[in-house]
């Protein structure tokens, strides 16, 4: 398996004529540059890792949850269990004080480059027909949150959906109360030990513990590891990487895991195979934060890989009370990026034309603050505006099947081309 | 972590009132109910596993294809090209011979409990105006597969797309000429080196070897392994597991992943997280025949979760050509059966109205001779039809989140409950 392995890397590459290839430098070089980077935005990331909300005078108070115990969410419900008891035995009924989790209490915030919730709130009473209903449900799920702090088990939101379909009619009803839980419980979704479907997977220069198991993600051949589904069982991240690589898509990390990449430049591959799913952005922000690494991102060139780029970056508006968990600040916009096609010269045939639903939502990108804070970003999405073409990264396949991991990739880190 | 763990097998259950709880024998006795069952299962299989399409004697002759090493391809692809190279000589021009793979082409074969490819085919000459593009692709399809064997790596479909988007135009042209291909050069799809994107876990009592790397799935924590895309990467499997337990869905994989049912139960637990991809059908195939363990699925009680099985089971049509290496014969249907749903006193609430669309694909299935073929199937979808309701593993959450690997599961293996 070892010659097997060998073979290939030695044998002589069938386009020496391939664009750029002429360009690269010896290995030791580009790894130099990896370090000096690595070093920097280590430092970097030790020095701006203070800046919370607390630490900004912000014109209105900002809602944040954090990662809690199972012990803290205990005895946080029997508190409140203890809070109600009392308000009924005092004669005045009770309600439940939820945070709004409307676009309306959200804000994006510059200085941590992430959406916030404000601090509004309103009050679901028992005692009223409007909301007797909600309420029975905000009781229930404090109850099976309860049991599960008891039990010290994980489930999904299905199966909390069904333990009461009758109360809760269907699903969309129980899921949405469980956010409502998390927010008054000022704690994250995983901290209810409540998690989602594992999509993501992971493979490089990592080494952790799922569950007690030690992994180690050299040694996971080319299928690598799945993500856990839930964080508070992850630990002990070791790595000698110089970099995380972020790859939305599915084919691209099997290329990259295939060539073992993470052999000639020390790194982390993950993927979540598209959309970002909640497991994989706290198992990229954890390795983010234990590790010290900068993020380099590798997504399609389109509106949707950049937006892809920024539910990691700055979160989903549908969980901005928990922003500050899930996401992770500073990756780098890599490739494949609208500048890259003429750059790269992608023949016109491997392009696509841009739909007009694929423009609007460029255009509306370039509204967003997350996108405006960071010109070269600003650029690079105006062109592809203009242009109106986007590809895939596999378009890089047209000059061979690795010209991604051969050519494309250590040149780009090379010329240290990201932003 | 192992205390933690400890404590939560220890601390008394709630729910002692559970259905059916007060029927379960110690874990000894299921244990070796469990080994019987495996024990007879592995000789039942190595001695009827020599039935092949050469043993039976069918009224037509049958196409099948094998997993070949790249080389037998590589040697293949040029065989091929020097009979086309002598055509053109001989001035006859050139043809590809190209098996059919159209539903007319296709049977069940009830001994081989799968669909087959009878021997239609159809010509595909260069020089013809309605073929010219077909053939060109399909030239261009075989360059491409043969630079994969001087190079011995994996790409996806999407990359070979790429390499030639102004010839293959979409990727529907160059998918299905690759499918067109592998029947030609009598090879399954994966011994061209093309794979699907991973999607499968698994987890439990196996230890195997992925491109080098050993993996031991008891020390996987709680997300698993990813099933990796080339299964010609994958072997030396070794298990201590009794059986196999196929799962459809993510959420009762994690459920069981959690509580390690697989050390209550020596098992290897696997999902495809929904439809069955080509890499876990591959891998489950293999683990089957490898290590000779019986299999039983643990699918959704509706139409879908039954033709899940199915495809399992006796093949996608699509892909009829390479049945015999996809799949897995033999698998029990373990639950959720639709008779479980009275048996297991399931409330009204947590089960489904079957649509008009179900009750249709339920009826359709009732007329297929894979489920014909076993009376008891047959038995529980009329039973499914009828009622029209339908329920997914989840439902069984309604006794509590750990009803699934505490009682119902241990029960069914107590009772042999499979078909």
Same mark, same amino acid.
């Given at each position: 398996m070892a010659d097997n392995r060998k073979r290939r890397?030695? @044998?002589?590459?069938?386009? +020496?004529?391939?664009?750029?290839?002429?360009?690269? &430098?010896?290995? !030791?070089? $580009?790894?130099?540059?990896?370090?000096?980077? !690595?070093a920097s935005s280590s430092s970097s990331s030790s020095s701006s890792k203070t800046l919370t909300l607390q630490d900004l005078t912000l014109p209105f108070t900002c809602r944040e949850v954090a990662d809690l115990s199972l012990a803290s969410v205990r005895s946080n419900i029997e508190s409140l269990n203890l809070r109600i008891a009392h308000s $009924?035995? !005092?004669?005045?009924?009770? *309600?439940? /004080?939820?945070?709004?989790?409307?676009?309306?209490?959200?804000?994006?915030?510059?200085?941590? /480059?992430? $959406?916030?919730?404000?601090? &509004? !709130?309103?009050?679901?009473? %028992?005692?009223?027909? *409007?909301?007797?209903?909600?309420a029975t449900?905000?009781?229930?799920?404090?109850?099976?949150?309860?049991?599960? =702090?008891?039990?010290g088990i994980h489930v999904t939101k299905r199966d909390l959906f069904y333990t009461d379909v009758k109360l809760f009619q269907d699903q969309l009803q129980s899921d949405a109360v469980l956010d409502d839980v998390a927010c008054m419980l000022s704690c994250t979704r995983s901290s209810l030990n409540?998690?989602?479907?594992?999509?993501?997977?992971?493979?490089?220069?990592?080494? %952790? *513990?799922?569950?007690?198991?030690?992994?180690? =993600?050299?040694? #996971?051949? #080319?299928?690598g590891k799945a993500i856990p589904p839930n964080i508070d069982r992850v630990g002990d991240m070791q790595s000698d990487a110089l970099f995380i690589l972020l790859v939305e898509k599915d084919a691209a990390y099997m290329r990259l895991a295939e060539d073992r990449f993470y052999n000639r430049f020390p790194c982390i591959i993950v993927t979540a195979k598209g959309q970002p799913d909640v497991a994989t952005r706290l198992f990229l922000r954890k390795m983010k934060t234990d590790l010290k690494l900068p993020v380099l991102a590798l997504v399609d060139s389109d509106p949707y890989g950049l937006k892809i780029l920024s539910v990691y970056g700055c979160g989903s508006k549908n969980m901005s009370y928990d922003s500050s968990n899930l996401t992770t600040p500073d990756i780098k916009w890599l490739g494949v990026r609208p500048s890259d096609l003429d750059k790269y010269k992608i023949p016109e045939q491997c392009r696509l034309p841009m739909?007009?639903?694929? $423009?609007?939502?460029?255009?509306? #990108?370039? @509204?967003? /603050?997350?996108?405006? &804070?960071?010109?070269?970003?600003? +650029?690079e999405l105006s062109l592809m505006v203009k242009t109106k073409q986007k590809a895939e990264i596999q378009a890089l396949s047209t000059f061979g099947f690795q010209y991604l991991s051969e050519v494309y990739l250590p040149l780009k880190l090379q010329q240290k081309d990201w932003l």
């Open positions: 890397r030695t @044998e002589p590459s069938v386009g +020496e004529e391939l664009p750029f290839k002429n360009k690269l &430098k010896p290995d !030791s070089v $580009i790894l130099q540059i990896l370090k000096d980077f !690595s $009924i035995l !005092s004669g005045l009924g009770f *309600s439940f /004080d939820v945070p709004s989790r409307s676009a309306a209490n959200q804000h994006y915030v510059a200085e941590l /480059d992430r $959406i916030v919730l404000k601090d &509004k !709130s309103s009050l679901r009473p %028992f005692a009223n027909i *409007s909301t007797v209903r909600k449900i905000t009781a229930r799920i404090l109850e099976l949150i309860h049991q599960l =702090c008891l039990k409540v998690v989602a479907a594992e999509k993501g997977v992971v493979v490089g220069r990592l080494v %952790f *513990s799922d569950d007690g198991d030690m992994i180690d =993600c050299t040694k #996971m051949g #080319m299928g739909t007009e639903q694929d $423009i609007k939502t460029g255009k509306d #990108m370039l @509204e967003e /603050d997350f996108v405006k &804070k960071n010109p070269g970003w600003v +650029e």
